[in-house]
């Protein structure tokens, strides 16, 4: 089963990336003892870099086999030092060659990147006409007589799924103060004011055509629209918390606004009753299957999974949020 790992999470493979980047793209002509000298400051370089924001490697399994790996380095080289992140060691084993895992690589790197927040990819390479084919833009020769691309990675549609009490409109709103994105927040289509609900088709109709605009934050679920928004959305933020954190996050919303109106769903006051609170007890059990099957069709560099709160704003405070007072309020756990 072919499935990309972020070598971190994978170290026993950094041995023989270092062998295999060496022999690519290291000096030649070496004693054994030089050779191994070399791998071994490749190893431990790797290993110092994993906590850097810039870098990132990831590997491509096909079950416990290695097919090959990509990188984002903060500097490659001399040249041009003005520019970062960089685009770096897309490498597949000879034996898999020619059947399209090097596109598999590269749309990895590009999901990891916009994960990162990073808006332009840097690549310099001596190939000619193959990056072309990913998305990569011609900009200069180097003095080395490399070509010097540009990879712009644009987030346009980020879809916030989880279940009641998780965040997902805060987030939502969050996000959308920084990347300058309009949110939707679905239940606001679902209910008109005073609690009234939408008919179910005239609401759906809704949704799937603000699924199809040119920008957007979306929070909410509403599985049966949720597969068409996640096709289309570049990244997909699934808050995956526990029940009990399902139930004090709704408890401490409602303490906080009871019956103060929701600025998300206008016209519709803060409110607590037995129906959505047995939503919420038992949105694990009956509605995240659901969400686990439609994901299923969904590839894995898209996704993001979350499954605490603190995991969430290390993310955001690492490579979204500039203004790091915006989240003060957001409560560890």
Not at 6 to 14: H, Q
Not at 134 to 146: Q, R
Not at 154 to 159: A, H, M, V
Not at 161 to 183: D, R, V, W
């Amino acid at each position: 089963m072919l499935k990309i790992y972020n070598l971190k999470d994978k170290p026993r493979y950094i041995n023989e990336i270092a062998i295999l980047t060496q022999k690519e793209w290291g000096q030649k002509d070496l004693s054994r003892k030089e050779f191994e000298t070399k791998v071994k400051n490749k190893i431990s370089k790797i290993k110092s870099n994993f906590d850097n924001v810039n870098y990132c490697k990831l590997i491509l399994l096909d079950n416990d086999s290695l097919i090959g790996f990509i990188s984002i380095f903060p500097k490659d080289g001399e040249e041009r030092m003005d520019l970062s992140p960089w685009y770096a060691t897309m490498y597949v084993k000879e034996k898999y060659r020619g059947k399209g895992y090097s596109k598999i690589l590269n749309n990895a790197i590009l999901s990891e990147a916009r994960k990162r927040n990073i808006n332009k990819l840097y690549l310099k390479t001596n190939l000619e006409n193959f990056y072309e084919k990913f998305g990569a833009k011609f900009l200069e020769i180097l003095s080395t007589g490399e070509k010097l691309y540009c990879f712009e990675i644009l987030t346009k549609r980020i879809s916030i799924i989880g279940g009641s009490g998780s965040g997902k409109s805060t987030l939502a709103n969050i996000l959308s103060k920084e990347l300058n994105i309009p949110a939707i927040h679905l239940d606001s289509i679902n209910y008109n004011a005073n609690w009234i609900p939408r008919d179910k088709n005239k609401r759906d109709t809704i949704i799937s055509s603000k699924a199809n605009e040119e920008e957007w934050i979306i929070d909410g679920n509403y599985n049966k629209t949720l597969k068409e928004r996640l096709d289309k959305a570049d990244l997909i933020i699934w808050l995956d918390y526990s029940n009990f954190s399902h139930i004090k996050g709704v408890c401490k919303r409602i303490c906080k606004n009871y019956n103060k109106e929701k600025p998300d769903i206008p016209g519709c006051k803060e409110r607590l009753d037995f129906t959505f609170l047995k939503y919420v007890v038992t949105y694990n059990k009956k509605k995240r299957p659901e969400v686990l099957e439609i994901l299923k069709d969904i590839p894995d560099e898209k996704i993001m999974i979350f499954k605490r709160q603190k995991d969430l704003n290390k993310w955001l405070k690492n490579y979204y949020i500039h203004d790091k007072n915006i989240l003060d309020y957001i409560k560890n756990v």
